[in-house]
Each structure stands twice: as C-alpha cells, then as structure tokens.
C-alpha cells in the first residue's frame, strides 16, 4: 500500500540556517510526489512539485527513488517560511498525505 | 477568477445523524477532492470526482458519498455519523484529465464538523 511518511513533527532551525524536512514514501511505481504549504490562516497550497522541477521561495526537492524519498531543502531559512508542511503522493486518482512537519524558524 | 469556497463552516451534530457539506470549485476546474482531516494529521482522501463522476476513493466506507454538478460546485454527504468522524473537512479542485497527473489542487478553507 502507498504511504507518505514525515518524520518529523517539529522542526526548529534558526533564521539563515538550512532546512531540511524529510518525506520518504513506499511505492513501487513511478510517483508523482508533491509538497504543500499552509501557513498560519491561510489555505493548504501546492508549493513544488517534483515533475516541474522548480524551485519556489527558494525550496527545492529532488526525488530519490532508491531512497523512496523527497526531502524539502531550504539553504537559508527564512521567518516567513515558517508553517506547515505535508508531503504527498498521487497514484491512480488518489491523493496520500503524510502527517506533516511544522517548520519554526526563529529569529 | 474566484477561489475554492466551502459551506458551512462549522458544523454541530450528533451521534447517527446525517450531514452535506458543500464545495464551489474554481471556475473551470473539473475534477474535485475531498478529504477528511482529524486534529494533527494530515489530509486523508476521501474521493475524487471527475466530469461528475467518481474516479477515485480512499480508504472510507460507503457511508461517505457524494456529488459533483455541472456548475462546478459539489458535496460530501455522510450517513450514520459516528463520533471519529468530527474533523476538518477539506475539498480541492483541480483541472485533471480522467487518469492522468494530478494537477494542482487548490484548497478551500474547510468546514470544522463536530459529532457529539
């Protein structure tokens, strides 16, 4: 069965340090994978995807299918980028989500 | 172009009883998810409705149903509500061709049901 783990509850990093939020996910096949954002008061929101393979407010993710993973990585956090963060899976129509990690970055 | 918008927004019922919940997707999107989200998980797929049809359902049992329309707006309907089920209800529209990749969803803000 497909699932989409995040480790990670709580993630605390200082402003100017790196993020790293982690995913790994089991499936066989190729996947679609996926990270959302919500931050505080606002809407679940699409913030990368792996087939565009672009970056967006300065994260980046690369999937490794050896490792099933697709970590989120930030070089330089920001105060901003502190929110929500799940990663997910589609396969056939359906959408898997992990549990999520909240991102504080502290000032 | 306006955004995903849910109805209600909060929502009290009791053991047994039935609840609809209502979605308006962006203009033009025509696939709709809906998912179940209980206090610090993430979102679970409920189903997902393409052209009206559903093409897509999670691990929920048939109690769980639902709707799409040709205005683009949809519902979730729940039978024999059981006290596990107060959640957040969240529904995302997309605009998906049957069977390919998922685009991206775009969320609504969610209706809070509590079953007492």
């Known amino acids: 069965a497909q699932r989409v783990t995040q480790p990670e509850k709580l993630l605390s990093v200082f402003k100017g340090a790196p993020v790293e939020l982690k995913c790994n996910y089991s499936?066989?096949?190729?996947?679609?994978l996926f990270w959302y954002v919500q931050y505080s008061r606002q809407r679940l929101q699409l913030l990368l995807r792996?087939?565009s393979r672009e970056s967006i407010k300065g994260f980046t993710a690369d999937l490794n299918k050896g490792e099933t993973s697709f970590h989120l990585k930030k070089p330089f956090a920001q105060e901003e980028d502190s929110a929500m963060y799940y990663c997910?899976?589609?396969?056939?129509?359906?959408?898997?989500f992990g549990s999520g990690t909240k991102l504080n970055v502290k000032p | 172009e306006t955004g995903v918008t849910q109805s209600p927004t909060h929502l009290i019922k009791t053991r047994g009883q039935q609840v609809t919940l209502r979605c308006s997707s962006q203009?033009?999107?025509?696939?709709v998810s809906w998912y179940q989200q209980a206090l610090g998980q993430g979102p679970q797929f409920i189903f997902q409705?393409?052209?009206?049809?559903?093409?897509g359902r999670g691990n929920f049992p048939p109690r769980f149903s639902g709707l799409q329309f040709p205005n683009y707006s949809s519902e979730l309907n729940v039978n024999a509500l059981e006290l596990d089920d107060s959640a957040l209800y969240l529904c995302?529209?997309?605009?998906?061709?049957?069977?390919?990749?998922?685009?991206?969803?775009?969320f609504g803000p969610g209706t809070r049901l509590t079953v007492l």
């Open positions: 409705y393409y052209r009206e049809e559903e093409n």
């Open positions: 995302a529209s997309s605009l998906e061709a049957a069977g390919g990749s998922a685009d991206t969803q775009y």
């Open positions: 792996h087939i």
């Open positions: 203009s033009g999107h025509n696939t």
């Open positions: 499936y066989s096949g190729s996947p679609e």
């Open positions: 997910a899976l589609y396969n056939f129509n359906k959408f898997y």
